[in-house]
């Protein structure tokens, strides 16, 4: 194995999930529902099977999904994009992030990210041979993870590429201000720096949260140096598919499809219609979707807390983080290697998702994505364990 990937073992998703089929254990570790997404949806692919539509697509992705892409963020962002250049169907929001960084990034260049970061930002960083320069988010007296300023201004310097972004952010749970998106505006356009920005929770924002979502994108000036990504997983309930798609000027665009062609070269031809019908549901589709989250999120909250632990109120996506402290815990990865033992419940350890592994050391994250019963029971596993 090269260098530069022996830092990085299995996922932790992996392990964890691998560790919940030994144990016989609720899986509230890695990220997916158990039910299914809109019948609208699965129709269209069971008819795109039986239609033909199995070879190969184009490169940059069907026509009509691309031209959906484009309607959705146009209606819920605002954002106008060509679906002819400056849209781009991938395997996955995860190809889309590693395209676009190997697109961009010369060896030594470096990428501004937030810790903790999604798993797959470092391994596709240290693929290009960029160099991560990562930003610690941590939770504030009001319960809200937040960042120094001073330290994201301090991460971008001569050799900034990109700023990676994900908000809603997993695993946090923070929807990024619009103050805080104004601060990496104004750093990415003083640096000449590209934004690479992952909304693959776009539509998990809850209603009690400080504020709705803002694509980094609108801002001023930053349309023109911004790749958008997103994916149906999360939307739709459909993290097996692996349908995503980036968006930005068709120089970016172009750029990630130069990489992309020869990473999958394409993908999910029979899926692709589907997406595009997925996308085009109506509004009620997207607020049930987020209002059934969001009584899932509240449910499991009060789990956590009657189990004892210390709740990080999420404002967005799947996951709920939580502080072990209480519970006695002094380190989340033992924690989460010892629950399904202790009680029957798999957790993940934040701490693997930071490069300063103390700031996340008692955190772990919970994964509320899952039906009331199933909740239900790993609340009750959990209190058991006190
Ligand atoms: N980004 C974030 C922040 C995620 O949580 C996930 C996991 N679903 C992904 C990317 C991967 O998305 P996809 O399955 O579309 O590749
Ligand atoms: N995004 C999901 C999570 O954070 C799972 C992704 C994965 O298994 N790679 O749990």
């Known amino acids: 194995l090269v260098s530069r990937m022996r830092p990085f073992g299995t996922t932790i998703f992996a392990e964890m999930s691998a560790l919940a089929v030994r144990t016989g254990a609720v899986n509230l570790g890695q990220g997916f529902p158990d039910t299914d997404g809109p019948p609208e949806m699965l129709a269209a692919a069971a008819e795109a ?24 963020q146009r209606r819920f962002w605002g954002l106008e994009y060509d679906p002819n250049g400056e849209v781009v169907i991938t395997a996955g929001a995860t190809e889309a992030v590693a395209a676009a960084i190997l697109a961009l990034c010369e060896p030594g260049d470096e990428v501004v990210c937030f810790e903790p970061y999604y798993d797959s930002y470092a391994a596709s960083i240290a693929l290009a041979g960029a160099v991560r320069r990562p930003v610690t988010l941590r939770p504030g007296p009001d319960g809200r993870y937040a960042f120094d300023p001073a330290a994201l201004r301090a991460a971008f310097g001569p050799r900034t590429r990109l700023v990676l972004l994900n908000s809603p952010h997993n695993p946090t749970g923070k929807v990024f201000t619009p103050t805080e998106l104004a601060l990496v505006a104004e750093l990415c356009q003083q640096h000449g720096a590209y934004a690479v920005t992952d909304e693959v929770y776009e539509h998990l924002v809850f209603t009690d949260a400080a504020s709705r979502h803002v694509p980094l994108a609108t801002l001023p000036g930053m349309r023109e140096r911004t790749l958008r990504i997103s994916s149906a997983g999360k939307t739709f309930s459909c993290t097996g598919w692996k349908v995503g798609w980036a968006s930005g000027p068709a120089e970016l665009v172009s750029a990630l499809l130069r990489v992309k062609q020869f990473l999958t070269f394409v993908n999910a031809a029979p899926l692709q219609p589907a997406v595009a019908v997925a996308l085009a549901l109506s509004d009620a589709y997207f607020d049930e979707f987020r209002a059934g989250l969001q009584a899932r999120r509240d449910q499991l909250i009060g789990g956590l807390t009657d189990a004892g632990f210390e709740v990080l109120t999420p404002e967005g996506t799947y ?65 058991a364990a006190k």
Do not use: W
Request: net charge positive.
């Open 49 to 72: 099977l039986r239609a033909g539509r199995n070879q190969y697509p184009p490169g940059p992705g069907i026509p009509e999904l691309r031209t959906a892409v484009a309607a959705h």
């Open 319 to 383: 996951f709920v983080t939580a502080d072990i402290t209480p519970l006695g815990g002094t380190d989340g990865v033992e924690f989460c290697r010892a629950l399904p033992e202790r009680c029957g419940v798999v957790a993940v350890p934040t701490q693997v998702f930071y490069d300063d592994a103390e700031a996340g050391r008692r955190l772990v994250r919970f994964a509320f994505c899952k039906r009331p019963d199933v909740l239900t029971e790993a609340a009750s596993r959990l209190r």
